[in-house]
C-alpha cells in the first residue's frame, strides 16, 4: 500500500471534507465516479441489478464516512466495495453475469455475437459499440473485471492489482488476455477507418 | 498493429460512458447523503447521540407504559381467531362492534396498524405509539396457512348472499384488493431499491407512502395487486424463498 498525499480537491480529500458534513463535497465525488461505476455494474449485470448494487454501494460510502480513513486512493475503496456487492449478488441471486436480459431469453451461456454483418450493410460506429459491449460482457469474469477497472474507473495496473488483491503482473496479464479477446472476436471493420 | 488495435478498442469502449445513471437514482443517492449530514448535524448528543437517545427513549416509553397500560389492557384480551367470524352475524349489535374493535387491534389480517382506528366503533386510545410503533418494521406470524385459510373463509362468508350487514362489519371486503407487503421504510431510497429488485425478479410492484398522524411518512413496497388468493400465496412463497417475508395487506382505495 503506497503513501498517498491528500492534495486539495482530490477524491480523499473530498470525502474526508464529507465526513466533516460538507455536501458539496460528495456531490463533487459522486459526479465524479457515478458514470463509471453505474457502467462497471451495468456491464456486468441488468439494468435494475446494475441500479440496486449502485445504490447500495454510495449507501455504504455514506454510512462509512466517518471511519473512512485515506489509506488508500478512495477509487481503489470504492470498487473494492462495488466488486464485493456485486459478488455477494452473484452468490445470493446465482445471476449470471449477462447484459441486457430478456424475459424468454433462456440461453444458458453467453454466446459470442455474430460478427459477419452480412453482405448488404457495413457496420457502422452503433454496430461496432454494441458488438463490443457484448463481447466485455462476455470476457471471463477477471478479465471484465481488470477491463472495467482500466476502462471506467481508469485505474492503473498497481490499482487494479490492489482493489483485485493480486499481483501487478497478474493484473497486467489479465488486461492482455482480455485484450486479445476482444481484438481476436470484434468485426474487423470495426477496428479500422474513422470512428 | 496489436497496440493501434488495442487504443482503438479502448476508444470505441470510451463511446458508451453516455450511459449514466438515470436521474431518479442520482437524487437517491444525494437524499441519502443529504439526510446523512443532517441528522448528524442537528444532534443535541454529539459523539453520544446513540446512548442519549436511548436513554431518553427508554424513559419516555417506560412512563409511557406505565401510565398506560391499565386504560389499555382490554385491548389486549386474546381473540379467538379462527372463528371469530362466524357468529358476527347472528350476535348481539354490541358484541359484534366490540369483537370486530378486537380482532383490528390483534389481528394483522385486517388492515395496517394506522388504518385501525378506521373501524366506526373503535374507541380513541389515549395515546397512539401503539399504531406508530408497529410500522417501522414489518413483522410477520409464522401461521401462514393459517392466515390464508381465514381470508379465504372471510372471503366466502362475505360473497354468501343471505349475510346481514356484512359491509360494515367485515375484515375483508369482498371489494379490496390483495397485496403482499414486502417493506416499509422511512427511507424512500430503500423502497425503491427494493421495488427494482422485486421488479427485476419479475414482480409486479408498487410504492405506496403514507403518513402515520401527519408525523412519520412511511414507503411500502407492495406486491400485486391479486385476483384470488391462490396467486397472493404463490408470490409469497416465493418471497419467502427470496428471504423476504411478506404480509397480506387488503387495500380498499
Known sequence: MVDRAIKPGNDEALMLRYAGGDLDAFQKLYERHRGGLYRYFLRQSNQSVAEELFQ????????????????ALFKTWLYTLA??????HYRRDAARPVRNTEPGDDSPEISMPDTNPGPQRLLDLRD?????????????????????????????????????????????????????RLRAAIAKECLEGEL | MTEEHDNRISDLYQQSSQETPPAHLDRAVMDMARKSVRRRA????????????????VV?????????????????????????????????????????RKRALSSDIAS??????????????????????????????????????ELKRSAKQLQAPAREEPASATVAAPQGSYYLQAGSFREEAHAIGLKQRLMG???????????????DTYHRVRVGPFADLEALDESRKKLGELGIEARTVESRE
Open chain 2, 201 to 215: 425478479l419479475g414482480f409486479k410492484c408498487e410504492i405506496q407512502t403514507v403518513s402515520i398522524n401527519n408525523k
Open chain 2, 112 to 149: 395496517d396498524a394506522e388504518e385501525a382506528p378506521q373501524v366506526p366503533t373503535a374507541p380513541k386510545a389515549r395515546f397512539d405509539f401503539y399504531e406508530t410503533l408497529q410500522e417501522p418494521e414489518v413483522v410477520v406470524p409464522e401461521d401462514d396457512g393459517i392466515k390464508l385459510q
Open chain 1, 83 to 88: 466488486r464485493n456487492r456485486l459478488f455477494d
Open chain 2, 60 to 100: 419516555m416509553l417506560s412512563v409511557l407504559l406505565i401510565q398506560t397500560v391499565p386504560q389499555q389492557q382490554e385491548h389486549y384480551l386474546p381473540v379467538p381467531e379462527r372463528d371469530a367470524l362466524a357468529p358476527l352475524s347472528n350476535a348481539p349489535s354490541e358484541m359484534r362492534k366490540e369483537t370486530v
Open chain 1, 128 to 180: 461496432c459499440l454494441e458488438q463490443l459491449l457484448q463481447l466485455v460482457s462476455g470476457l471471463p469474469n477477471v478479465q471484465r473485471q481488470t477491463f472495467l477497472l482500466r476502462h471506467e474507473a481508469g485505474m492503473s495496473l498497481a490499482e487494479i492489482a490492489e482493489t483485485m488483491s493480486t499481483g501487478a503482473e497478474t493484473a497486467k496479464s489479465r488486461l492482455r488476455y482480455a485484450m486479445d
Open chain 1, 56 to 71: 447500495d454501494v454510495w449507501m455504504r460510502v455514506v454510512q462509512s464516512r466517518k471511519r473512512y480513513r485515506p489509506k
Open chain 2, 42 to 57: 442537528f444532534s443535541p448528543f454529539g459523539n453520544h447521540w446513540v446512548a442519549g437517545g436511548a436513554l431518553v427513549g
